[in-house]
Structure formats: structure tokens, C-alpha cells
T-cell receptor, first 118, second 112 residues
Framework: GAVVSQHPSWVICKSGTSVKIECRSL??????MFWYRQFPKQSLMLMAT?????????EQGVEKDKFLINHASLTLSTLTVTSAHPEDSSFYIC??????????????FGPGTRLTVT | GDSVTQMEGPVTLSEEAFLTINCTYT??????LFWYVQYPGEGLQLLLK?????DKGSNKGFEATYRKETTSFHLEKGSVQVSDSAVYFC???????????FGKGTLLTVNP
């Protein structure tokens, strides 16, 4: 159990266009989902924390108008990169934290989405 | 705020060698501690965890013990395999907001 999927797994888009990435918890409910960005050979940088039914909390330095996050249900969060530019090219990873119970807080990671902006 | 410091790599070992990747943490209170592994081209997978002092997490031959007195959670494996080549992240989880704090990651390469 505790599978998290991301779609798409990779995407190439032109500069100026918007891209939506989906993150789904397939077999559990996730009150909280997280979006990370990972640069080559570096650690994960938390971008924002997404709570179902409320506005996302963005980390310092992350543009909320550029990286739109919607957590519409307990199993789905989306990240939209608006007006993408080449510097937005990166590996985006989501994670989902279980709601309640003894394993509350344990995060499960999606496989990541490779975004390339040309 | 919370922080995690882990041994910087890269680490290169021969098959069947002993592995240690050091990790120390700073946190308010008593966080849960995790090791995540990221194989080439893949997302992160939970390798093992420990939720309180003196707990030992273990999986796939890897072990780590939560040491409160030294605020450490070192990862060890007695005999590494080529398939263990990956990036390993030491991570802490504290508070009620489920926010993970990651170390910078250690790249392990195991040669046959």
C-alpha cells in the first residue's frame, strides 16, 4: 500500500506555456501533500505544503503566482507551472502524508516529473 | 529551525565492503528519523525509519540506530552490492506539520 503516482513522468514544453503536474495518492487519503524541486545531483528543496481544501503554504523564495498548487481532494494535488521558462526546468517530486492513525505523518513519494522548458 | 547534516559524497566502494554514511540532526523535541534512497532516474523510496531514541530501523541489510545522546542516525550495511548504488538521504520529521528536513544526500557507487 501507500502508492503515490505522478503524471506526467516527463514533459517538454515551450517557453511561455503552462504545464500541470498531477500527484495522486492511490490507496490512502492524504490530508497534506508536498511539492519538491530537485536540481541535478542536489537534495530536494521543499516548494510548498498543500492541505486539502485550503491554500497552499509556500516556502520562502517560491513564487506562488508562478507555481500554482491546488489540493482539491484527499487524493489529488496539482502543481501548475505558469509561463514556464528554461530556468524552471527541473525534477519535480510530490509526496503525500497519511491522514491520522499510527502512521500519520509518514510521507510517500511520487516517482517525479522531469520538466524541460525549451 | 531543524537541520540534518550528512556525510558528503560521493562514496565509492567495492562489492561486499562495509558502508557507513554519517548523519546528525538538530531539532526541537524528538523528531522521527528516516533514510530515503533514490535509485538512478527514480523517485525517493523509504529505506528505514526510527521514531524514538534507541530504536533501530532496518531494511534490505541496512541499519540505523536513533542515538539521542549524539543526535545521530548513521546508516550502515555490512556488505554492499552493486544494486545499492544510489543517493541516500537522511531526513527528520518533527512537529505537527509533517514537514521533512532533508540532508544534502550522499551518492554511493558500488563497483563489482
Amino acid at each position: 500500500g501507500a502508492v503515490v503516482s505522478q503524471h506526467p513522468s516527463w514533459v517538454i514544453c515551450k517557453s511561455g506555456t503552462s504545464v500541470k503536474i498531477e500527484c495522486r495518492s492511490l490507496d490512502f487519503q492524504a490530508t497534506t501533500m508536498f511539492w519538491y524541486r530537485q536540481f541535478p545531483k542536489q537534495s530536494l528543496m521543499l516548494m510548498a505544503t498543500s492541505n486539502e481544501g485550503s491554500k497552499a503554504t509556500y516556502e520562502q523564495g517560491v513564487e506562488k503566482d508562478k507555481f500554482l498548487i491546488n489540493h482539491a481532494s484527499l487524493t489529488l494535488s496539482t502543481l501548475t507551472v505558469t509561463s514556464a521558462h528554461p530556468e524552471d526546468s527541473s525534477f519535480y517530486i510530490c509526496s503525500a502524508a497519511r491522514s491520522g492513525g499510527g502512521r500519520a505523518g509518514e510521507q510517500y513519494f511520487g516517482p517525479g516529473t522531469r520538466l524541460t522548458v525549451t | 529551525g531543524d537541520s540534518v547534516t550528512q556525510m558528503e559524497g560521493p562514496v565509492t566502494l567495492s562489492e561486499e565492503a562495509f558502508l557507513t554514511i554519517n548523519c546528525t540532526y538538530t531539532a526541537t523535541g524528538y523528531p522521527s528519523l528516516f533514510w530515503y534512497v533514490q535509485y538512478p532516474g527514480e523517485g525517493l523510496q523509504l529505506l528505514l525509519k526510527a521514531t524514538k531514541a534507541d530504536d533501530k530501523g532496518s531494511n534490505k541489510g541496512f541499519e540505523a540506530t536513533y542515538r539521542k545522546e549524539t543526535t545521530s542516525f548513521h546508516l550502515e550495511k555490512g556488505s554492499v552490492q552493486v544494486s545499492d548504488s544510489a543517493v541516500y538521504f537522511c531526513t527528520s520529521l518533527g512537529g505537527s506539520n509533517y514537514k521533512l528536513t532533508f540532508g544534502k544526500g550522499t551518492l554511493l557507487t558500488v563497483n563489482p
